[in-house]
């Protein structure tokens, strides 16, 4: 056996010397290469996050949205939160599919505004932000939404990895909630106010913040460098195929 061993490596080493050595150089080059570039590959894509933020003013339906997502179910989470909500889970919709699907970090920031700055903690990290508005309440609480959305847009967290952002019009299953249409048009006139006040205060000492808009133009979403979408939901019913499709959209499955 180890007779047969011995030829059979002195066969090779015979055959090695006989090859021009450039082309034993080529080989052991383009044999490193795929190593490198696998191992790149393979860093990359389990670097890629899967954390998904539910942000918004208290009372909008995170928490609910939360376990509509995880569970299929409201349960009855009608009380303030008062610490973020965070599990790792695949979609209660996705659970009857075959083959391996990716879990989802999902986390609920509550709205109160002690645990807001809590959202720093998981921002640089996420895949995606899903900022929920209350369509039903929504006058009201209009210019609080729209300050807290500015915030978001203007945190260079968000800007600089161009953090897709998905506001979710949630409590659609009450004929009175406002449409999508409408809360998007008074989010950017909201925030078009909001940009022209805040410029004017604090052009000394913006150093987290980046200015929104395009100067001269009244403020729309499109002029966001990251992606911003609207969509509508009822975490109280189960209505909440578009966020799924948000989800996935940018934590692959
Ligand atoms: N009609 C209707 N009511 C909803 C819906 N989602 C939430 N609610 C109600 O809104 C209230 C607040 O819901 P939560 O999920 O606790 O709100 P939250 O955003 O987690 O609030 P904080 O934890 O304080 O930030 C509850 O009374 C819910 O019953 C919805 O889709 N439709
Ligand atoms: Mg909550």
């Known amino acids: 056996m180890s007779m047969c061993m011995d030829q059979w490596i002195s066969q090779i080493e015979q055959w090695f010397h006989q090859q021009p050595v450039e082309q034993i150089y080529v080989a052991v080059a383009v044999l490193a290469l795929t190593v490198v570039l696998f191992v790149l590959f393979s860093l990359l894509k389990t670097s890629k996050s899967n954390t998904i933020v539910l942000a918004g003013l208290n009372g909008s339906g995170k928490t609910i949205l939360f376990y509509q997502l995880r569970d299929g179910s409201p349960h009855q989470g009608?009380?303030?939160?008062?610490?973020?909500?965070d599990g790792t889970f695949v979609l209660h919709s996705e659970l009857g599919k075959k083959?391996?699907?990716?879990?989802?970090?999902?986390?609920?920031?509550?709205?109160?505004?002690?645990?807001?700055?809590?959202?720093?903690?998981?921002?640089?990290n996420a895949a995606g932000?899903?900022?929920?508005?209350?369509?039903?309440?929504?006058l009201p609480?209009?210019?609080p939404a729209a300050e807290y959305l500015y915030d978001i847009l203007t945190k260079s967290s968000v800007v600089k990895r161009r953090i897709p952002v998905l506001i979710?019009?949630?409590?659609?299953?009450?004929?009175?909630a406002h449409s999508k249409e409408f809360i998007r048009k008074q989010?950017?006139?909201?925030?078009?106010?909001?940009?022209?006040?805040?410029?004017?205060?604090?052009?000394?000492?913006?150093?987290?913040?980046?200015?929104?808009?395009?100067?001269?133009?009244?403020?729309?979403?499109?002029?966001c460098r990251n992606k911003v979408t609207v969509a509508e939901a009822s975490g109280l019913t189960g209505e909440v195929s578009q966020v799924e499709q948000f989800i996935r959209e940018h934590v692959k499955p």
Do not use: W, Y
Request: net charge negative.
């Open 187 to 223: 989010l950017e006139k909201e925030i078009d106010k909001l940009r022209t006040s805040r410029n004017a205060i604090s052009t000394a000492d913006i150093s987290d913040e980046f200015m929104l808009g395009v100067p001269g133009e009244p403020f729309t979403l499109e002029q």
């Open 141 to 143: 609480n209009c210019r």
């Open 99 to 124: 083959g391996k699907i990716k879990p989802v970090h999902l986390v609920d920031v509550p709205g109160h505004s002690r645990l807001k700055p809590k959202l720093d903690e998981f921002l640089p």
């Open 129 to 138: 932000l899903i900022f929920v508005v209350d369509a039903l309440d929504f």
């Open 168 to 176: 979710l019009c949630n409590k659609t299953d009450k004929v009175t």
């Open 78 to 85: 009608t009380v303030t939160s008062m610490e973020p909500n």
